[in-house]
């Protein structure tokens, strides 16, 4: 399973693909299957994502690895900010 | 304090208006991220893990009021109501909106304020002595010659495409307050013979190859000091190697070619470089200077401060330094709360800092490269005003020095380099140490986190220093042993295999339970360890 991820240029908030657009929401993200690559060229040339890349993700459908789970959650030291940061970021 | 005059300042403000137009064009899609990227670096635009992240230059970690009033303002009003003090003394924004940066920049410009020079090859924000002009033990004070040279640096021709980013120290005390042997140049201002002069010392840092700085010249005029710098950049800027980021430092080229060799390259050089009446005139110096000429001290102020708080004597005890003026005290504010996220401060926390700078200490604050604040100049009659004003706003944290009071990158809570996080182990090294008796016990302990090998933790300078690595996935922690910033300066070593996280935190306490069984008299841990090697310590933990 693969997720797409980058930045929003104007705000860098951390944004994932919904299938039809962007979300701050790892939660709303879908599997990119194969058309990763091509999403991710229209999307940067449309100005609608930044430094965008595609991450695997696990059966529990967030990023395998630590960062990306952190992208995803916010930052672990201040919950306050995160988008989810009850999101479990060590791997069970 | 300096103050920009009309040169400075148009090339600040034409600065702003430059990258405004180059966001513009950006959000306008006239131009491409790969073309916009190396633009917002110039301005100190990051994008991190999170967000954008700015990085303001604070020149030689001098602040006045003002100045530390707009940082608060720009937390509260652009980012989440908080900013982080660095190990480069300076201050990053974690929040940053895109379309507010050119805002920002204009706020920044306004109290001669900016984000130059703080990303990219070139020479980076000039780093000192927080306790310039406050130190008694200083030949003078650096901050002239810090800010001569960040005039120099400031958008020089030549060495704004190094092959890599360049830091340089100034100190003038014989004790060494920055880690000066730990930059790419370290400069020790000293008088030989009554003559100012400095020892110049290259081919410092850390990162993945740690090094020292080696001596390459024990005394260079004061009057030849821009020449010689020169010369030393254009030996670098001609034989760093441009193929290879990793291998780009001068001190790599040091390594190489040899310090001797080096050495010989930059004094031909300088021959031809003095031809070319670099150096700047008197008169230029002296108009520096005066923006640097010490406070209006009262003569008649009392060494005699009233101990009878015991929690203000602690603190007294452990974050206040001696001054060279009578009746003077210099009060560090150590921006380490136990369990709390070093040099993290709130807008208000901000706030009031400059208020008591303004208040108490002759307009002045400075950031320390240990990510805390001091007030320079603060009357010891006024001590207990300030630590109560401190203590209410939860700054008074006596523990400066002590194995609490931990430099720590941002690590990979923030940053998109990093492998592993940093300041979930400092948060839980200060909460097992939290007992300031024990620490007090313990004496001075320098512990540095990094959760990368780019060190900007300064692991390799900590008494105790811990290394985050990311091993199959996994965050790891290596603890390294032995190292030093001050003039003592040595690099530590790796004690042994790594840890996850709460393994380090009770690895490092076995490490500290074992220098307090094995040490004599008053020997740091640094004494003990440099003592009784690493062996000990090993045993200790791995047993």
């Given amino acids: 399973m693969k997720l797409l991820t980058g930045n929003d240029l104007g705000s860098g908030d951390v944004v994932w693909w919904t299938g039809s657009g962007w979300s701050r ?64 970021l060590e791997k069970a | 304090m300096y103050q920009y005059d009309k040169y400075d300042q148009a090339i600040v403000d034409a600065r702003v208006e430059e990258f405004r137009d180059q966001v513009r064009r950006r959000m306008a899609g006239e131009i491409t991220e790969d073309q916009f990227k190396p633009l917002r670096l110039m301005n100190g635009l990051y994008l991190q893990l999170h967000a954008y992240m700015l990085r303001v230059a604070i020149p030689y970690g001098t602040l006045s009021s003002k100045q530390m009033k707009m940082l608060g303002h720009i937390a509260r009003k652009y980012d989440r109501d908080y900013g982080h003090f660095t190990t480069r003394q300076n201050v990053q924004y974690n929040w940053i909106k895109l379309e507010d940066t050119p805002d920002i920049l204009a706020d920044l410009a306004s109290v001669e304020m900016h984000a130059i020079q703080t990303s990219g090859n070139c020479i980076r924000n000039i780093s000192s002595d927080q306790y310039a002009g406050a130190a008694a033990d200083e ?93 030393c950049l254009r030996v670098y800027n001609r034989y760093g190697r441009r193929d290879n980021a990793y291998k780009a430092r001068i001190k790599i080229l040091i390594h190489e070619h040899g310090a001797d060799n080096y050495r010989a390259d930059v004094e031909t050089e300088f021959a031809h470089v003095k031809t070319l009446d670099l150096d700047p005139p008197l008169a230029e110096l002296e108009r520096i200077s005066a923006f640097f000429a010490a406070p209006a001290f009262d003569p008649n102020a009392s060494d005699d401060v009233d101990r009878s708080d015991p929690d203000f004597a602690v603190w007294l005890d452990q974050n206040v330094k001696p001054h060279k003026a009578k009746g003077y005290a210099i009060v560090n ?14 807008s208000d926390q901000i706030d009031l800092m400059a208020d008591l700078a303004l208040d108490y200490s002759f307009d002045e604050l400075r950031v320390t490269h240990a990510q805390n604040i001091v007030l320079p100049h603060v009357k010891k009659s006024d001590l207990y005003a300030v630590w109560q004003k401190l203590d209410a706003a939860g700054l008074a944290n006596a523990n400066l020095d002590l194995v609490s009071d931990i430099i720590a990158c941002p690590g990979l809570d923030y940053c998109s380099l990093a492998n592993a996080r940093s300041i979930p182990v400092a948060q839980k090294l200060s909460e097992r140490f939290a007992d300031l008796d024990r620490q007090r016990d313990i004496g001075e302990l320098k512990l540095k986190i990094s959760g990368c090998i780019n060190a900007c933790g300064h692991h390799h300078a900590g008494h105790i220093g811990i290394l985050g690595v990311d091993k199959k996935g996994v965050e790891n922690y290596q603890i390294t042993l032995g190292g030093s910033g001050a003039e003592d300066v040595s690099i530590g070593k790796i004690m042994g295999p790594g840890f996850d996280q709460d393994g380090v935190v009770d690895a490092v306490e076995r490490v500290i339970e074992k220098y307090r069984e094995v040490r004599e008299g008053d020997e740091r841990f640094l004494d003990t360890y440099r003592r009784v090697g690493n062996d000990v310590f090993k045993e200790a933990v791995y047993g």
Avoid at chain 2, 165 to 176: C, L, N, Q, T
């Fill in chain 1, 25 to 88: 929401d790892v939660k709303e993200a879908v599997d990119a299957g194969d058309g990763a690559d091509a999403i991710l060229k229209q999307e940067e040339a449309a100005r609608r994502v930044n430094a965008s890349y595609a991450v695997d993700a696990g059966s529990d459908g967030l990023p395998v690895h630590i960062k990306d789970r952190i992208r995803a959650a916010g930052p672990s030291v201040r919950k306050d900010l995160g988008v989810n940061p009850d999101i479990q």
């Fill in chain 2, 139 to 231: 030949v003078t004070d650096p901050r002239p010659w810090a800010e001569l040279l960040r005039q120099w640096s400031t958008f020089h021709p030549e060495f704004s495409y190094l092959p890599r980013k360049f830091k340089i120290a100034v100190i003038a005390s014989p004790e060494d307050r920055a880690a000066m042997r730990l930059h790419d140049i370290g400069i020790e201002l000293v008088k030989k013979d009554g003559v100012l002069g400095a020892r110049i010392f290259v081919g410092g840092g850390m990162g993945r190859t740690p090094m020292i700085a080696p001596e390459i010249n024990p005394f260079v005029k004061a009057d030849d000091l821009l020449s010689y710098l020169e010369a």
């Fill in chain 2, 333 to 346: 504010i150590a921006v380490k709360p136990t369990g709390g996220i070093p040099g993290d401060a709130t």
